[in-house]
């Protein structure tokens, strides 16, 4: 016995050892949605007692600590931040347009954070004389920020999909002139363009970081393979590089919510503590999307029509500097709108605590633009959407969650996206998912799927052993 102990304490030191001689650097696109998902990979990391290292500008590392749920501060002060200095960009304010509601107030941001190129090199440069291993995960959008890691001899990087592996897998299939392998009957043939989901600007910085694109060790995908395996395997097909590893590790976010009390709560968590199970519609928009004034009368008009019980999160995008962005003009509601609803709807004006309010029990619903941040929270909390896509990787996701997964029920067709939505519309919707069997079908097939996600990240499930995987292989 005592000869068994003392060998696996020589195998815990070795691994102690070699945790210590690895170094992970995470470089995030400047975006919410991008910012969160590597922070939460950055503390899943930590876990394992590797050093974490988070490169990106002030003011992105405050707007991605501010807003992180579901950790502790213990378990931040483990990540090490690295504020490096944009270039100086406009701020400016959001322009709610039906015809394409792509965030482009943010370009300036965007264009800024492709100068971060030279700071991430020094930051590597450091680090690679301290550490045996360096391992550089980067948002796929950050590619050309990251070019120069293939210069040093012990660093190597991997590619974070942001989106997600159905939506990834349909863009690269459809840019190959000649298809390698055909495609099973069951796999989708006919899914919403990406006509109206992109600038022409952001277009180019994707087509950029492309390039680079395919020189990586692996690629991490924010997703289960209980929901995208199938993806995730024709990714692996579909790739020209044979050694580069996919790795399957999400849901990244938390999917146990601890409870908190006191001054700490937000106040409309203690309002749903109070509301039957299932009973209510969480409506989000997320962090890019302005809707036009008329539209947002239209769903409050809609709302209201329904008799669903709702928390509406009511806020305009962010701004490039969310700090220092100025003032953007307030959403309007109809006139005395929050009296004659004040008994089933509260109406959020602030940044609302999404994860807390998709895991409470008396969630029953979630109508959202589907970006796929939202989606795999949505999908790991066991909650069926109104999807409505605005922008980017949007209409594909919802797509995969209205027809593909079928927890879900498409607020509008992505061919019509330029046209106001009527409250009729609206108020169909919400009945729909809220209040029919239809709706009572999607709500059990997303606690099924739910289920079954968590299960995943919990010990010897899918997730969890791909998360280990990855661990075992940069620790190699």
Known sequence: MEGHNSSEGREQSCLNRTLAEVVVVMVPFPAQGHLNQLLHLSHLMTSYGLAVHYAGSSTHNRQAKLRIQGWDADSLSKIHFHDLELPSYDSLPPNPDNSNHFPRHLQPLFDASLHLRQPVCQLLQ??????????????????????DVHSIPNAETYSFISISAFTFFFNSWEKLQQKPFPLDSDIPKFLPSNDGCFTPEILNIMIQNRKMLGLESGRLYNTSKVVEGKYIQLLAKLSTNNKMKHFAIGPLNPVQMKSKNGKYRHTCLEWLDKQETASVIYISFGSTTSMTDEQIMELALGLERSGQKFIWVLRRADTGDIFTGGEVGKPQLPEGYEDRVKNRGIVVK?????????????????????????????????????????????????????????????????????????????????????ASKEGEEMRKRAAELGDAVQASVAKDGASRLEMDSFISHITR
Not at 127 to 140: I, P
């Open 126 to 147: 450091q680090l690679k004389t301290k550490f045996s291993r360096v391992v550089v995960v980067h948002d796929s959008l950050m590619a050309t920020v990251v070019q």
């Open 350 to 434: 602030d940044w609302a605590p999404q994860l807390e309010i998709l895991a409470h029990p008396s969630t029953g619903g979630f109508m959202s633009y589907c970006g796929w941040n939202s989606s795999m929270e949505s999908i790991s909390m066991g909650v069926p959407v109104a999807a409505w896509p605005m922008h980017s990787d949007q209409p594909r996701n919802a797509f995969f969650m209205t027809d593909v997964l079928r927890i879900g029920v498409l607020v509008r067709d992505w061919t019509r996206r330029a046209e106001l939505v009527p409250f009729t519309t609206i108020d169909t919707v919400l009945r729909t998912l809220m």
